[in-house]
């Protein structure tokens, strides 16, 4: 019996994102280095804002945990 590994819903949050905005559209939005952005899991509750604004994603799917 194999157990499905489990999906982080920030982490698909995150994938979502990445679907309407390239990472380096990302970095330019919020004014930080698209390096950065290499190293997230998930997007930083201080960026969940702007992040929504440029994708028009709604916050509650971006970042789940915090704001479902």
Request: proline share 7%; glycine share 4%.
């Amino acid at each position: 019996m194999s157990k499905k590994p489990k999906t982080d819903p920030d982490e698909t949050g995150l994938a979502l994102v990445l679907t309407k905005a390239t990472r380096a559209q990302i970095a330019a939005h919020l004014g930080i280095k698209k390096q950065n952005l290499t190293r997230w899991k998930r997007v930083p509750s201080h960026h969940v804002a702007k992040v929504a604004e440029l994708t028009g994603i709604p916050r509650e799917k971006i970042l789940p945990s915090l704001f479902a």
